[in-house]
């Protein structure tokens, strides 16, 4: 399984929001600036994170964007399953069904669905505010 840059910069704009006070918009610009990300990029991201509650957006001139529910309720597994689709190690498995006419006598089908399980379990239980509380302090960097 590859992340693609659609998951990984849409995980970045999310936690990016997070860091912000929950009454505040962001306006996209300033988040493709800190983030280092084009603001084209983050225009195609942004319909399919709006599509659900993670993100609430105001048009005009204090426009923006700000997370729909708290830092702590929005999980990365979420997150990767609207940008990437589904997580599964392999096709056969995709969409928590098994899809092969081999799947009674295949001998791998129990190790592509322990891996598949694994996998959701771990993006699941991390939240955008466990990786914020995990990141680097930076704020006592001095330079002189």
């Known amino acids: 399984m590859k992340i ?7 995980l970045r704009m999310l936690i990016d929001l997070a860091t912000h006070p929950s009454d505040e918009f962001v306006a ?5 600036e800190r983030q280092e990300i084009s603001k084209k990029y983050l225009e195609q991201i942004v319909p ?8 609430i957006t105001n048009r ?6 700000k997370l729909g529910r ?6 990365v597994g979420e997150i990767l399953r609207l940008t990437e689709g589904d997580l599964a190690p392999v096709a056969c498995i995709a969409g ?5 006419d081999r799947s009674i006598d ?4 129990p190790v592509w669905q322990g891996l598949d399980k694994v996998i959701n379990e771990y993006l699941d239980g991390i939240t955008l505010q466990d990786i ?12 002189i």
């Open 106 to 109: 295949c001998p791998t089908l």
């Open 60 to 65: 005009g001139f204090q426009g923006g964007y």
């Open 70 to 75: 708290s830092a702590d309720k929005i999980s």
């Open 132 to 143: 914020i509380d995990q990141a680097p302090d930076h704020s006592n960097d001095y330079v």
């Open 4 to 10: 693609s840059t659609k998951g990984r910069y849409a």
């Open 28 to 32: 996209l610009k300033a988040i493709a």
């Open 96 to 100: 928590g069904t098994v899809n092969c």
């Open 48 to 55: 399919i994170l709006n599509r659900t509650d993670l993100l």
